[in-house]
């Protein structure tokens, strides 16, 4: 089973401060990479995704990615506490039907 | 998202009985996903289809079936349920451009 893993945290920063989650992963051969962001009690949705190395920024979100390390990072600024929530990597897999295969989730605490 | 839809949202039920969840989908997807999320573990793949009766199974598959007999449902059985298999489930659709998430079915077996 190809790993991804990721600081369950929690990640606690203050309102207006810039989040950073990281996630590693082990199968070299990846390719698409998601975020997603899970409140409690309910079911994961798509904040971004991510395939070539670099960053790429949508609002106050940036994901960024770099395959030699094997590493993805999601990057929140103006932190707010409705981002208070478990954030889900997520890469997709070769086989089992191009599945995601997930992180256990970072979980980020926004303090006014 | 309104195009993927799970019954039942919440089950009690009795260990040994048989119990199916159910996904609906309105999008003509082609992959649909059956995960479990549990406390410490995250979210695992149970069983996924890649079409009408073609199914496989994914990492923690023992003790489930799934039945696809038509595009737009995914049925996920529980043969005989046990304590373990208390958790929540969650379909899944590939979109072409991300995954989208049913609003899970919570289930507990007693």
């Known amino acids: 089973q190809k790993e991804v893993e990721q600081n369950s945290g929690p990640l606690s920063v203050p309102e207006g401060a810039i989040a950073s989650l990281n996630c590693t992963y082990s199968d070299r051969g990846s390719q698409s990479f998601f975020w997603y962001r899970q409140y409690s009690g309910k079911s994961p949705e798509l904040i971004m995704s991510?395939?070539?190395?670099g960053d790429k920024e949508d609002g106050r979100f940036t994901a960024q990615l770099n395959k030699a390390s094997q590493y993805v990072s999601l990057l929140i600024r103006d932190s707010q506490p409705s981002d208070s929530a478990t954030y889900l990597c997520a890469v997709k897999t070769s086989n089992s039907g191009y599945a995601l295969n997930f992180g256990k989730g970072t979980s980020l605490l926004v303090t006014p | 998202d309104a195009g993927i839809t799970q019954s039942p949202r919440h089950k009690v039920t009795e260990t040994g009985t048989p119990v199916t969840l159910r996904c609906h989908q309105t999008e003509n997807h082609r992959y649909m996903y059956w995960y479990r999320q549990d406390p410490g573990h995250g979210l695992r793949l149970i069983h996924y289809s890649y079409g009408v009766k073609d199914t496989d199974k994914g990492e923690v598959s023992d003790g489930y079936s799934v039945s696809r007999s038509k595009t737009e449902d995914f049925l996920l059985t529980l043969e005989s349920a046990t304590s373990s298999q208390t958790s929540v489930y969650f379909c899944?659709?590939?979109?072409?451009?991300?995954?989208?998430f049913g609003s899970g079915t919570r289930l507990t077996v007693v």
């Open positions: 899944a659709t590939s979109t072409g451009n991300g995954y989208t």
């Open positions: 991510i395939y070539s190395n």
